[in-house]
């Protein structure tokens, strides 16, 4: 574990588990175990489960996609570790936009 936090409004511990590289499969079990164990040993009564953040330098969307990270309690990011040029931002913010339109929209059907 990176980092460990709790969440006072969401009555959670927060795990962040930093990559210098792309997010690989294996960190989805990594990140499983500390969850399991947090939960196990550390959680407290009246707390909800809890939750894991990986933050990595790179990441395939459709590898998260298609491990359904976004439905569990696990969640992938990408961190850059250089400031982009203002076009890619533009381009990784409209991209972000249109994804979460997308994910909204199909659990409303």
């Known amino acids: 574990m990176d980092l460990l936090f709790y969440h006072r409004t969401l009555r959670r511990l927060v795990l962040i588990e930093l990559k210098l590289g792309a997010f690989e499969p294996e960190n989805k079990g990594q990140v499983e175990l500390y969850l399991r164990w947090l939960k196990k040993y550390e959680m407290r009564e009246g707390e909800d489960d809890p939750i894991a953040l990986i933050l990595c330098a790179e990441k395939s969307q459709e590898t998260v996609e298609l491990m359904e990270l976004d439905k569990g309690s696990i969640h992938v990011a990408q961190y850059m570790t250089k400031m982009p040029p203002k076009e890619l931002l533009e381009e990784k913010l409209a991209a972000a ?13």
């Open 97 to 109: 936009i249109a994804n979460a339109k997308e994910q909204l929209s199909r659990r409303l059907e």
